[in-house]
Structure formats: structure tokens, C-alpha cells
């Protein structure tokens, strides 16, 4: 614990105790462990916050609707039609009833109420209300018994909504990133495979550990690839954004073999080549979601190909990975947009990183009950597929038993599970402190604080 990073003696203001207030570069764990402060989250932030509901593909048909809860609130996303999704309070105007549970289809575009069969079209419009005059001495407005609607965002292939009455202008908030969202051509991707688990960790402490690298030497040493510590410091370079986005990119490095490439240079094209396979075989082993089987045949065909004098295979593979699929009618993105975001956190509460035409996304909220010590964590895979190749239906998986052990489910979020369930434990023995974050490779996480409190001295709608 760094003394230097104790508490300020900042009266509290718009609800934000003193003890909450971050310090010089760190992060008091109050925030992560105190349910009073959960309390505050909910009741300034999540109930505002745009926040990511679920991918497009999860309503894929009119009539389909996925269910999204955040604390005690529950929302049902309805595809409309082929340009339209919606988003309703899950309750029924008449008596409370929730309308829909899980995922589904509504038949015959029709939302029937279970408990007294009241009904509305897709658009919220109630079609058959029983006994109608019966109530409000019959004088029922047709605004009194439709669906309550929610803001809602189509954005990058996901449904984004949020419960304020007049929330912070979506578009202004997505505007520092949504370039380079586009050039991962994350809005074209499907999904590959879905994960959820309940987490013994805060939301914040589960993002966290996906929003910097500097853990990776430690925790994945199956991804250092013969890095040192200091070249694993220069690899990446840190960026915030307004509004708490943060990203962190390879810039200059070869991005996919993850080795610097004045390094990659000084190596003859099998030593190149074998740096590469072993890099994607511990991603497409360690996760299969951001590299796939295909990738890594690919990827080993490198040792007998003829490159151009002075070429790096790292560069090359990419070229021939694009011709490859091209020719299969599945584009995979440029390697100057992958360049440009190895992992990018956007505010609040998502996490993704890409590669070509793959990428692996993460998303953590708070629990129903709003517990400190606990979230709702996803894993998403996604990809793009080639022409005429549909996705499978989307379905989600709910590993059980310890998620710091890799036969639970995949072995890199395993290592970061370990890290995360220990973090959150830890907290609690130094109750009262604060974090110490490194200026640079941390930043995103200092940058998220910073952000959230916004929302936090605000006073409630
Ligand atoms: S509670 Fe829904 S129709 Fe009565
Ligand atoms: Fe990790």
C-alpha cells in the first residue's frame, strides 16, 4: 500500500465521500468493496450510463427479443423489423408482470402478457386489453397501457440503451472512438461463441484486468514469446479518451506475433515464422476467439513461402491471410486499423480486442442484488464469415466450478481469473487503502475512475 495515496480531505460533494475520492494515481478500494458505494453507482451511474445490452445477432428476426437486466431493472430488446430495435421496461402495465424472459421469439409479432393476456405489437402499441372498459371508468388512454420505452442505440453490432430520462448524447460519446471500432470492422462481425459466468468480483475489478498489458509478463507467460520485460514495456502504447474510453495499440510493432520488429528483423524467415505459429497456437489454444485453426495452418505455411527480400513474415502472413479469405468472400479488416487497437475499453463497461476478421470481447455489470463483491461477466467471440457461410445460432454458455482453472473453460481468462478473484480478496485485507497505477501502461483504468465519478456527482435524475 502507498501512504502517499491515502484519502483527500476533499469534503464530499454530490454524494462522492471523501474516502471515495481518487488519490494521485491511484484508486481508493472503497470503490470496489463498499456497498455504499455500489449504492451510489446505481443510483447516479447505471441508471444513466449508455451501456452495452446485447449484439444484434441476439435479436436477429422480427419478432426476436433478448432480456438484459442491470441491478433490479430488466429490459427487453425487441427487433422491430430489419432497421428497427427497441427497447422496453420488462414489466407489464397492467400489473407488473415481466413480459419475457431469456431469449425468444415473439409469435406472430405479438407481446402477450402471461398473467391476464393483455397484448401489443412489436412497436408497443397495445392491440388487446380484456375487459377494457372495465378500467379508468373506461376511459383508458392508449399511452396509459403501452410498453415503456427506453433510449436505445444500434452501434457496431451492438444494442446499447440507456434508463436516464435524457441521457449524455449517444453520438457524442462514441465519437473519439468510432473510427477505429470501424476499421476492426467489429459492426460486421457475428458471433462465434458466448460465455457467461458469475464473477466473486467487483464489475470494476473484472474490467480492469483486460485494460492493460503490464500483467501479461506475469500472468500469461505463455504470450511472452521471448520478450523481455523491457521490450513487453515498449511494446504497446496507451491512449485515453474523453468520455472514458482508453485503448492500447501495437503501433509500430508487428501486432500479431507480438515481438518488436527490430527484433523480428535480426531472425532468419523459419525463426520469424516459428515466433508467429507459437504466438497464435497459445491464442487459438489459450482462447479461440481472437485467432482460429485456419489462422495457425496459415501461419505455418509461412516457412515454405518465398518472400520478398527483407520482408517480415508477420507482415506477409497478414497479405496472405487477406487473399486467402478474400477469395472466400470473408473480409477480415485492414492491418493498419489492427495496428492501431490491440485492446480497447469502451466506457463503462466493455472490453474487446481484435484481430483479423476475429475479435474477443468482455463486458462486466453489476449483479441483481447489487452486491460489491460480485458481477455479471461475458466473454463474446465474434467474427466475420464468408459469403453465403451463416453463423450458428447464437447460444450462451455458463461455465461452472473454479474459473481460475483452464479445463473450467479456456485457459487465458483462467490466468486472468486467478489474478481477479485473489484482487478483489486482497482489497478487503487492505480496507482503507488505495492502488498504486502505473502512470503509462494503467492509464485506461485511471481514465475510467475519472469518468465514472462524473456520473457519481451528479445529483440523481
Ligand atoms: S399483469 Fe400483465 S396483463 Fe395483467
Ligand atoms: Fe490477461
Known sequence: MNTMLQPQSTPATGGLKPEWRIGAGGVPYARYTSAAFAQLEAERFWLK?????????????????????????????????????????????????????????????????????????????????????????????????????????????????????????????????????????????????????RVNANWKVTQEAFMEAYHVFQTHPQLINGVSPEEAGKLYTYQTFEHGHGLFQSGGVNAIGRVPLERMRTMTQDQQTDTLVRMLTSLEGGQDAQVHVDDVEIARSMRHRTLP??????LEFQKVLREHYAAKGRAIGSFEALAKVTDMHIFPHVTFLPMLGNLLMYRSRPTPENDPDWCIFDMYALRTYADGQAPPPWETRYPEGDLSKGKNWYLIPSQDFGSILRQQQGMHTLAGGSSVLAGHQESIILNMHQHLDRYLEEEPD
Open 309 to 314: 527480400e527483407g520482408a517480415l513474415v508477420g
Open 49 to 197: 450510463v449508455w451501456q452495452m445490452a446485447c449484439r444484434l445477432d441476439q435479436i436477429p428476426e422480427a419478432g426476436s427479443y433478448t432480456v438484459y437486466d442491470i441491478l433490479d431493472q430488466s429490459i427487453v430488446l425487441v427487433r422491430v423489423d430489419a432497421d428497427t430495435v427497441k427497447a422496453y421496461r420488462n414489466a407489464c402495465p397492467h400489473r407488473a408482470t415481466a413480459l419475457a424472459t431469456g431469449s425468444g421469439r415473439f409469435q406472430l409479432g405479438a407481446i402477450t402478457c402471461p398473467f391476464h393476456g393483455w397484448k401489443w405489437d412489436l412497436a408497443g402499441n397495445c392491440t388487446h386489453l380484456p375487459g377494457r372498459d372495465e378500467f379508468a371508468g373506461g376511459c383508458l388512454r392508449d399511452e396509459e397501457v403501452a410498453l415503456r420505452e427506453v433510449h436505445v442505440r444500434v452501434w457496431a453490432g451492438s444494442v446499447y440503451i440507456s434508463l436516464a430520462r435524457e441521457p449524455e448524447p449517444f453520438e457524442a460519446m462514441m465519437a473519439p472512438i468510432a473510427e477505429l471500432v470501424d476499421g476492426v470492422r467489429m459492426a460486421d462481425m457475428r458471433f462465434y461463441w458466448h460465455i457467461q459466468v
